[in-house]
């Protein structure tokens, strides 16, 4: 369940690193995710579904994770992939990432590391370090794709960047807000 919790964690980064007020359907997302974290599941996937059934695909990514993670739901990889394609259908990196996830451990799905690695370049081709750390490992074990050092490396180097963006975000809004009456 931790390996959940944290899923869901980076599924709100985006939330978290942007700047300016939240849309209302951010809001009900990071609203969910806590519900979540708390422990009530009913409220939490009342409001999850209510943002994935009207398309919001942050929305379904999650709700893709819950049952992924079995959080608050008996585990489905069926419905997992269902809402993970649909987030990823829409262009959503995390989603693209995390159906990627599912071939590269066939969960879900049939195992394909070729189809992995498709997804998990989508979502890299957007800068999302998680991804760029999947691709840089099938390019280190040669699973999809031809084993390639160069090519792992310079993935590595680049979730390296991706991470520490956002660890410097985090740092800026936290001097931020010490600052701020």
Not at 5 to 27: D, E, R, T, Y
Not at 64 to 88: H, I, T
Not at 152 to 175: F, G, N, P, S, T
């Amino acid at each position: 369940m931790k390996q959940t919790l944290v899923v869901l964690f980076l599924a709100s980064i985006p939330l978290l690193a942007g700047c300016g007020a939240m849309s209302k359907k951010q809001a009900q997302l990071s609203k969910g995710i806590t519900l979540l974290e708390q422990g009530d599941y009913q409220q939490a996937l009342a409001d999850l579904r209510s943002l994935a059934h009207e398309g919001y695909a942050a929305g379904e990514n999650v709700l893709g994770a819950v049952y992924m993670g079995g959080v608050g739901v008996p585990r489905n990889y069926a419905k997992a992939d269902y809402w993970f394609r649909k987030a990823a259908g829409q262009g959503d990196a995390q989603g693209e990432n995390d159906l990627g996830l599912a071939y590269f451990h066939g969960k879900g799905v049939p195992r394909n590391y070729a189809k992995a690695d498709y997804w998990f370049r989508k979502a890299a081709d957007q800068e999302d370090a998680s991804a760029e750390e999947n691709l840089s490992k099938s390019y280190s074990e040669g699973k999809g794709v031809p084993r390639n050092y160069a090519k792992a490396v310079y993935w590595a180097h680049k979730a390296v960047v991706q991470k520490a963006r956002l660890a410097l975000k985090e740092l800026d809004a936290i001097r931020h807000a010490e600052t701020s009456p």
